[in-house]
Every structure is written in C-alpha cells, then in structure tokens.
C-alpha cells in the first residue's frame, strides 16, 4: 500500500449564488494513484449534500476535483507532506514573522 497526500475541492453554493470553497488536505492509503482517485472521488460523492444552515439558508455543498494526488515518499523516517517556497529579498524575515519564530 502507498500513502498519498490529496487535496479535494467543494463548492459551497449559498441560497443567494454566493460561492465559497473548501479545500481539505487528506491523507488516503491505496494500491496505486487510480484506486485512491477513485476512493476520493466516491467520498467527494458521498459528502455532497444540500441543507438547511443554522440561519435557515438552503446550502448545496459539491463535490468539485481532486486539486492534487501525489505519493507520499518515507526518508529517514520522515515524511514530507508539503513545501512551499517564499521568494523575497527578506525571505528569512517574512518567513519567520509568518510563522512567529526566533531563533536566538
């Protein structure tokens, strides 16, 4: 079995047209990319519904892609799940107020 990361994207339509997005970071265990494309689009599926919010607005929660399937890779026992890349002059500042560290 291989380990995957995905990202699933759902569309929120609210009564008035307005649209709002959820994206979720999954983790799916399967025998191969097709067998765990499958399972996320049958969940996508699953979790698709219309209901009646809290303030008694009719919502349609839809199951829109899969943004992202990739296999996760073991590496001394460590497992990178994501990366991103900060291009600035000051990319060691911004990182660090963004993520509020000090390193003294």
């Known amino acids: 079995m291989i380990l995957y990361k995905a990202r699933v994207l759902f569309r929120i339509l609210k009564e008035n047209n307005q649209a709002d997005f959820d994206e979720q970071l999954m983790l799916i265990e399967a025998s191969s990319a097709e067998e765990a494309r499958q399972r996320l689009e049958d969940y996508g599926a699953e979790e698709s519904e219309t209901f009646t919010n809290i303030r008694g607005q009719l919502i349609h929660w ?10 996760l890779r073991f590496q001394n026992g460590l497992i990178q799940m994501d990366s991103r890349t900060i291009e600035s ?5 911004a990182l660090l107020r963004a993520h509020r560290i000090n390193l003294n």
């Open 62 to 71: 839809i199951f829109e892609k899969i943004t992202d399937l990739r296999p």
């Open 89 to 93: 002059e000051e990319s060691e500042e």
